[in-house]
């Protein structure tokens, strides 16, 4: 089973920046997408960018224009440059990838979240 792993959360003040990672343990899987959501207190998860194969990304509109999703080239981390931070990006992420292995049916996983506030 692919396990996920999320790092780069943390404090910053608003109008800052973080980079957040997200690294599949195996190599051996064709990951088709990868993507981050996050969960504010009291709130649904919702999606934050998506990559998918042939460079597809996606935005929720909140996020466009400050946020950049990418994918390591030849490997299976995704990152989450997110800059111009607001309280309102205040949230626990989440990294997901949708994937095969071998002749299996496609697969979801989700990792662990990291928590990222914005606050002065």
């Known amino acids: 089973q692919v396990q996920l792993k999320e790092s780069g959360g943390g404090l910053v003040q608003p109008g800052g920046s973080l980079r957040l990672a997200c690294a599949a343990s195996k190599t051996s899987v064709v990951i088709y997408a990868m993507g981050w959501y996050r969960q504010a207190p009291g709130k649904q998860r919702v999606l934050v960018a998506r990559w998918q194969t042939g460079a597809l990304t996606d935005y929720a509109d909140d996020v466009k224009g400050r946020f950049t999703i990418s994918r390591e080239n030849g490997g299976n981390t995704v990152y989450l440059q997110m800059n111009s931070l607001k309280p309102e990006d205040t949230a626990v992420y989440y990294c997901?990838?949708?994937?095969?292995?071998?002749?299996?049916?496609?697969?979801?996983?989700w990792g662990q979240g990291t928590q990222v506030t914005v606050s002065t």
């Open positions: 997901n990838a949708d994937y095969l292995e071998g002749q299996g049916p496609s697969s979801v996983v």
